[in-house]
């Protein structure tokens, strides 16, 4: 096969994969996934029913398609906030800010990422593959402007012992006040300071690990 025509094919492939992932989260959203069908997808996709077996082996795959673009999806806000401030412990905050952004601005790719771990253990080989790899890409960057932080003197030597662990444990707090907020304001409070909780939670963690 010609180089020309191979890319020609790989590109229509790829262009059918990213429509059926369009179709999905659009019925998702309007359906929710356990209404949609595989004929759903089908249908706003306007492709076959088998055609779609032949990209995704049933819903719950297409549904990690969609995990693994909202982690490309985040890991590039994570990395456009690593580029806007100089400092380990302004990277830190500058992440922490875009990923309330990231759950304020996409929804539907906040929750999809809520259940990517579970959703992981059923995912084939490749797939679970490329689930890890966004995971790790994530981790990374945080890990990354932690280090950052020990070199420039701008985060506590003596209270990050593991840049990993100390990344693990900022998302973790971050991520836990979110859904705490999420489900305040879900049970349709609107007294609920979840803004300010947010702040202050951010401020909270950043001072923990600041020199």
């Known amino acids: 096969m ?25 019925v998702f959203s309007e359906k929710g996934y356990e209404r949609t069908s595989m004929d759903d997808i089908a249908r706003t996709a306007s492709l076959s029913r088998a055609l779609l077996y032949v990209y995704f082996k049933d819903k719950a795959a297409i549904q990690r398609g969609i995990m693994l673009r ?13 580029q806007t401030a100089d400092n380990g412990l302004a990277q830190i905050r500058a992440m922490g800010e875009s990923y309330y952004r990231f759950y304020l601005e996409e929804p539907d790719y906040f929750s999809a990422l809520t259940k990517a771990s ?78 300010q909780l947010i702040r202050h939670t951010m401020d909270m963690l950043t001072s923990s690990i600041s020199a």
């Open 2 to 26: 010609s180089e020309p025509l191979k890319t020609r094919r790989e590109r229509e492939k790829q262009a059918r994969y990213d429509t059926i992932l369009d179709a999905a989260e659009l």
């Open 118 to 195: 579970t959703a992981m253990a059923e995912a084939d080989e490749s797939q679970a593959e490329e689930m890890l790899c966004s995971k790790s890409e994530l981790m990374e960057l945080m890990v990354g402007a932690i280090e950052l932080g020990l070199q420039d003197g701008t985060m506590n030597r003596e209270r990050i012992n593991n840049p990993v662990q100390t990344a693990l444990y900022l998302r973790g707090a971050l991520h836990g006040v979110i859904l705490l907020c999420q489900s305040e304001m879900g049970e349709g409070n609107p007294e609920f300071p979840a803004e």
């Open 70 to 82: 909202a982690g490309h999806a985040l890991f590039r806000r994570f990395e456009e906030a690593r």
